[in-house]
């Protein structure tokens, strides 16, 4: 075995390490410590402060959070207007309802189902019902008797002109 050797280094540092640490401790009565009562203000002040904006923060975050669930309604009101719109649209446009409103409404017909109506003309031709007023200074020129005897015998829907009364 080999006998252990003596570390001479360590005696030397142990003095160098205590005059070391009383040159520290003269730096340290070199400062001046701030009061403890300023201290103990500050940190008050930090704290309040700190308090006062997390109290903010969550009065921002519920104010957003009411502003969040009235938007969210109002999409979901939304939705279910353009839902019924959809199925509003999608009844609308079935060619069924299409063709019933055509008919009733704008008076549709259909050309192979169209009915004409034949009258006869009446034997007073003169109508003195409302608005008509007779003419009573009829000449008896002979084109006009035989207008008038063709459109008894033949009518072939000639029209003929009145006077319309003012009242």
Request: proline content about 4%; aromatic content about 6%; overall charge positive.
């Amino acid at each position: 075995m080999i006998p252990a050797r003596k570390l001479d280094y360590y005696d030397v540092k142990r003095p160098i390490r205590i005059q070391l640490r009383q040159k520290q401790q003269s730096r340290r009565k070199k400062r001046k410590r701030m009061p403890e009562t300023l201290l103990v203000c500050l940190v008050a002040l930090f704290c309040v402060t700190g308090c006062l904006l997390y109290l903010g923060h969550q009065i921002h975050t519920m104010r957003l959070n009411v502003i969040l669930t009235n938007l969210n309604q109002e999409i979901y009101l939304v939705q279910q207007e353009q839902a019924h719109l959809m199925l509003t649209l999608k009844q609308a446009s079935r060619l069924s309802v299409i063709e019933n409103t055509a008919r009733l409404d704008l008076g549709m017909v259909e050309p192979s189902r169209t009915t004409v109506v034949v009258t006869t003309p009446a034997d007073d031709q003169y109508s003195t019902s409302d608005g008509w007023i007779a003419d009573s200074t009829r000449s008896d020129n002979v084109f006009e008797v035989v207008a008038d005897w063709l459109n008894r015998w033949l009518p072939v829907g000639g029209v003929e002109a009145g006077r319309i009364s003012r009242q």
